[in-house]
């Protein structure tokens, strides 16, 4: 193709699509060779070319050029004439501007001028971010949900089920509340020969319940002489009774009072003649040496020994310790001078120790006979024979039995101070001044013996 063809090819584009530039308002321009009415000498009818249906121009017949395509005629508006000097083709209203659109369009598109620009076609813009719903779009033809109602029947089944489950809740509940208030009896322990108590908290634990509210009934408790007894009493809340157990127990340990012993070299000693008195306990109280061996090894040698322990204990087993004073003397115990006199239902007799020239060394043993019958004497020996200690109508010290004349023999040693303390003045010390001293307390008789 030649190029007047293109020229004339570029202004056809020109004319029917108008320029496309930078500038929106410009006009479409019309080339100059474009023939005009007023300069064709032949019949202008002459010159039209008849279109066919799909709008191409068809040539007269007998002409060998191509149809070409023309662009369709436009009506132009009254109000925007042809200029003068101006090609028959009616002018084409400018097209509006259209306001710029801001795409993420890669730089190479927007820049036309850039190169290589055919490069760059077919590129696809960015996407942006954005969630891709495929939920697809309702439409109006979507027939409406048909609602579905339970039967009769399941709704009464539902009715029920949730009346019976309320029902169980209130059961559980009053069941809980019931579970939360309880009596619980104590394991209570009444000491032997003790007072039996009447508050109700000593007998049970209370939970979401006023004790107050409550009776305690303890008529089953009949004594406290027996140990080891069980008894039981009876708490009552509202209309429910709860029963409980109290056994008669000793747990008091046994109290005694003691003294310093003073005796001579070698001589027995036994732990219950360190305690003044009676010992005060609900039951019958033993005596035993912590170490015995300690205490002989002092026996041998005279001094004053302050460390000596003695062990007492009940017959529950309560026992306590107590330390004691123990004064071995050089002087020895030749023999006794006994003086002995009667009333009460026993033999009182005080011994007291002379040593070889007949003087008193302040040595002095206190022992009380009774005389009993077979019976007596039979059960007092089975159960009392073997003890250090025993008490007998008020008296205490260390039993020896007679089976000869079925007598009991309850036996103490004295220290000075006591006997000093018992006869209410200074003891003398010569044999003859001892009869006659003893002769005024009372005593019948003083013999010398052992």
């Known amino acids: 193709m030649n190029n007047s063809e293109n020229n004339n090819n570029e202004g056809l584009n020109s004319i029917s699509l108008g320029s496309i530039g930078n500038n929106p308002n410009a006009t479409p321009s019309v080339p100059n060779n474009a023939p005009t009415l007023e300069n064709s000498s032949e019949d202008p009818m002459a010159q039209v070319e008849t279109l066919d249906d799909g ?64 490069n760059e076609i077919g590129t696809v813009p960015p996407i942006p971010d954005a969630p891709i719903s495929n939920t697809p779009a309702p439409t109006d033809n979507t027939p409406p949900k048909k609602k579905s109602g339970l039967p009769k029947s399941i709704f009464v089944l539902i009715v029920v089920l949730a009346l019976a489950a309320v029902g169980v809740g209130v059961y559980i509940l009053l069941g809980i509340a019931k579970n939360s208030v309880s009596v619980v009896t104590k394991p209570v322990n009444i000491e032997l020969n003790g007072e039996v108590s009447s508050n109700i908290n000593d007998y049970a634990d209370f939970k979401g319940i006023d ?113 004691v004073t123990l004064e071995v003397s050089s002087a020895s115990v030749e023999y006794y001078l006994n003086c002995t006199k009667s009333g009460n239902g026993y033999d009182e007799i005080t011994k007291l120790g002379l040593n070889s020239q007949n ?83 009372g005593y019948t008789s003083c013999k010398i013996g052992y």
Do not use: W
Not at 74 to 93: E, K, L, T, Y
Not at 300 to 307: A, I, N, S, V
Not at 411 to 428: Q, R
């Open 55 to 118: 709008g191409v121009v068809t040539p007269p017949s007998g002409s060998n050029e191509i149809p070409v395509m023309e662009p369709p005629l436009v009506d132009v508006p009254a109000d925007n004439p042809i200029p003068d000097g101006s090609q028959a083709i009616p002018d084409v209203n400018a097209i509006p501007p259209v306001a710029p659109v801001n795409y993420d369009i890669p730089q190479p598109i927007n820049d036309v001028n850039a190169s290589p620009f055919a």
């Open 211 to 323: 004790s107050s509210k409550c009776s305690l009934d303890t008529t089953g408790i009949k004594e406290t002489t027996e140990l080891g007894k069980e008894y039981s009493f009876i708490i009552t809340c509202k209309d429910t009774r709860y029963t409980g157990t109290a056994k008669i127990v000793d747990t008091t340990p046994p109290e005694v009072k003691t003294k310093t012993l003073t005796v001579g070299l070698n001589e027995l000693v036994n732990p219950g003649d360190f305690i003044d008195g009676d010992c005060k306990d609900a039951t019958e109280c033993s005596y035993a040496f912590k170490d015995e061996d300690k205490v002989k090894e002092y026996l041998e040698e005279e001094g004053t020994y302050d460390d000596v322990v003695i062990v007492i204990k009940d017959e529950s087993g309560n026992e306590i310790e107590k330390t």
């Open 359 to 441: 003087m008193f060394n302040k040595i002095g043993v206190k022992s009380y006979v009774f005389h009993l019958d077979s019976n007596e004497y039979n059960s007092l020996k089975a159960s009392s024979s073997t003890l250090d200690n025993m008490s007998y109508k008020n008296l205490s010290g260390k039993p020896t039995f007679n089976d000869t004349d079925l007598t009991l023999t309850l036996s103490k040693d004295m220290t000075y101070d006591e006997l000093v303390k018992e006869a209410n003045g200074d003891i003398p010390e010569s044999y003859a001044e001892l009869v006659s001293f003893y002769g005024n307390l």
